[in-house]
């Protein structure tokens, strides 16, 4: 059984789609068809539904997924292994993160690349839920997610700072209001949130409910960048993670205030599969990760 064969069969899967998977295995689509045809040659069984098109998986093919997964995943592994012997890794790393993360990744990306010059990277914004789906598929080698709401199960986790909210306007040219902002205040204002598919979301509706209030927003969106982009055109408030403010800082319409608030709201850290023997690529994240971990309690 080749693993070429299983490459293409895993990311068939994936992307359920037959010309994207060529695509992004390299080859055509006749080759791509071709090897998919000898795998199920091989084990005597239709692995995909198909009739000119990608249709879907078969029982038998959802059954091999997850194996096939697992055995490419065993494979790149024991050459991250080999590799490690002689030096530092190379290839590529791939992170998930959070939206209210994404401020913070450039000082995780810096110190891993910093020690393994030889590696590339790729990170892609997706919620808390798909970083989890995309560890246990093996799509991803860590993520950077919420450690405190609806914990992660089976994986290691480093965390690495506590997050805290703040609440944005435009202002601009009007007399602002300074101090923290209430829960009650937050409710009173038309209001831009991501929307219910993202972790923060469902936190602030935790954390509103918590004070006998609930948010009904005029507008969400899956970005932090859009939601400024409409606070930035009036009418219009949002609540983002603090670490955000560094992008706004300066401008003459922005105006941000703390939210009252106690303590930090959750913890934010890296997390990694719980799997042995572990992945010199997942041990080299959570080095890091352990690293810039250690220089945040120091300063």
């Known amino acids: 059984m080749q693993l070429r064969a299983l490459r293409y069969f895993v990311t068939l899967a994936r992307e359920e789609h037959f010309a994207r998977a060529a695509d992004i295995c390299g080859v055509a689509q006749p080759t791509l068809s071709s090897a998919l045809n000898s795998l199920e040659t091989q084990l005597g069984k239709r692995l995909v539904e198909r009739d000119r098109r990608y249709i879907g998986l078969t029982e038998e093919g959802r059954a091999m ?109 009007t ?27 469902r936190i602030l509706d935790g954390l509103l409910d918590a004070h006998g209030l609930s948010a009904t927003p005029r507008a969400t969106a899956d970005s932090y960048i859009a939601l400024l982009a409409m606070v930035q055109s009036g009418g219009l408030a949002t609540v983002m993670p603090e670490r955000y ?22 913890r934010i850290g890296l997390v990694v599969g719980d799997r042995g023997p572990l992945d010199p690529v997942a041990a080299a994240a959570l080095n890091c990760a352990r690293r810039i971990a250690g220089e945040s309690m120091r300063d």
């Open 175 to 201: 007399q602002r209001e300074s101090g923290a902002v209430s829960w009650q205040e937050v409710a009173r204002h038309p209001l831009c949130l991501l929307h219910q598919g993202m972790q923060n979301r």
């Open 65 to 173: 997924l997850p194996w096939a997964q697992q055995l490419l995943a065993a494979h790149e592994a024991m050459v991250h292994a080999v590799e490690a012997l002689g030096g530092p890794l190379r290839g590529e790393f791939r992170l998930g993160a959070i939206p209210a993360a994404m401020p913070s990744v450039g000082q995780f990306t810096q110190a891993l690349l910093r020690q393994h010059p030889g590696m590339t990277l790729s990170v892609r914004s997706q919620t808390s839920r798909e970083i989890m789906r995309a560890i246990e598929a093996f799509e991803i080698d860590a993520g950077v997610t919420y450690l405190d709401h609806e914990s992660p199960s089976n994986v290691i986790s480093v965390p690495l700072y506590a997050e805290r909210y703040v609440f944005v306007t435009a202002e601009a040219g």
């Open 245 to 266: 403010v560094d992008l706004i800082e300066g401008t003459d319409w922005a105006h941000v205030r703390p939210l009252a608030m106690d303590a930090a709201i959750s």
